[in-house]
């Protein structure tokens, strides 16, 4: 059991002891994407959802999701995080809506999660803000692009170029 780094010798789920790791630059990179009707989509594209802007409360829910990740992921570290960015595009051919997060830090730990959690919550934003037009949309796709930085360096998908 001591391959996985969360769990302890005894077998229990336990927070990894970074405190001996040098602080570095890190950044990771994770995307994802919500389909919908071509209706939900044009509603988003024309500001037109009873909520109110979109994409706007998604990004904000992204930028504070990756904030908020420590008390979301029991075992993952607070960490100071020095620039979160969630970008959005909209795709006719979907339908729907393409997300990407990037999280930065200097820290003994990697930002992997608070990236796919930005990714994650301002997905989830965009379905609460347009159900009203789309009950069947659906996240799709969630996952790790890239990462930098700390003992195992640059990393990136098998298929992203």
């Not at 979109?54 to 992204?62: D, F, I, K, S």
């Not at 908020?68 to 979160?84: G, K, Q, S």
């Amino acid at each position: 059991m001591s391959e996985l780094s969360h769990v302890n010798r005894s077998g229990d789920a336990s927070m990894v002891d970074v405190s001996a790791k040098p602080p570095t630059a890190r950044m990771a990179r994770a995307e994802g994407r919500i389909v919908m009707s071509a209706a939900a989509l044009r509603a988003i594209r024309d500001n037109a959802v009873a909520k109110g802007d979109v994409l706007a409360v998604a990004r904000v829910a992204g930028i504070q999701a990756a904030k908020r990740t420590a008390e979301l992921i029991p075992l993952c570290h607070p960490l100071p995080l020095t620039d979160v960015q969630v970008r959005f595009t909209l795709d006719d051919a979907l339908p729907g809506v393409r997300c990407e997060a990037e999280a930065r830090t200097v820290a003994g730990t990697g930002v992997e999660m608070e990236a796919v959690t930005a990714v994650s919550v301002a997905l989830l934003t965009v379905y609460d803000m347009a159900k009203s037009v789309d009950k069947a949309m659906r996240v799709e796709g969630v996952r790790l692009l890239e990462k930098m930085g700390g003992k195992s360096g640059h990393w990136t998908a098998p298929d992203v170029p």
